[in-house]
């Protein structure tokens, strides 16, 4: 795997997620990241692009702008998501109890569930009047895709 990083602003759309699915495909490649990495990267950072757009229609002060950063070196691929919108920290979400019926379960929560399940680390700051989740997940030539 080669080092790099790459920077670049989402338009606040649904869209964008297909975007996104290409951006880290792209970066994937050209810097050597494992199919299966790359995967679960996408999967997490759609995730939280997704409920970025979602979940910020209405608020006040709106989401104006998402940031995309990511990086790698030879053993690493950190993402980063940025915005302008209202303080919101989803990692102080409760755990779901994904072995509960499903009647029993209150809404939400599932996504940024399957995000820390997918990454090695998960980390959210507030910097300013901005947000910042940092993912990254180490990179092995031979681990198999897992899903929780």
Not at 65 to 76: D, P
Request: glycine fraction near 6%; charged fraction near 25%.
């Amino acid at each position: 795997m080669r080092p790099g990083s790459l920077s670049t602003k989402l338009n606040v759309h649904l869209r964008e997620t297909e975007l996104v699915g290409k951006i880290v495909r792209e970066f994937g490649q050209w810097h050597d990241v494992p199919e299966q990495t790359v995967f679960l990267v996408k999967l997490s950072l759609d995730e939280l692009v997704t409920n970025i757009v979602v979940h910020s229609a209405g608020q006040i002060p709106c989401v104006r702008e998402i940031v995309l950063r990511l990086t790698t070196n030879q053993h690493e691929l950190w993402a980063e998501v940025e915005d302008d919108g209202c303080a919101f920290n989803p990692l102080d979400l409760p755990i779901p109890d994904v072995a509960a019926p499903l009647q029993d379960r209150s809404p939400g929560g599932l996504g940024i569930h399957l995000v820390r399940s997918l990454m090695d680390r998960v980390n959210y700051k507030r910097i300013g009047q901005r947000n910042l989740l940092v993912l990254s997940k180490k990179v092995t030539q031979s681990s198999a895709v897992e899903l929780p």
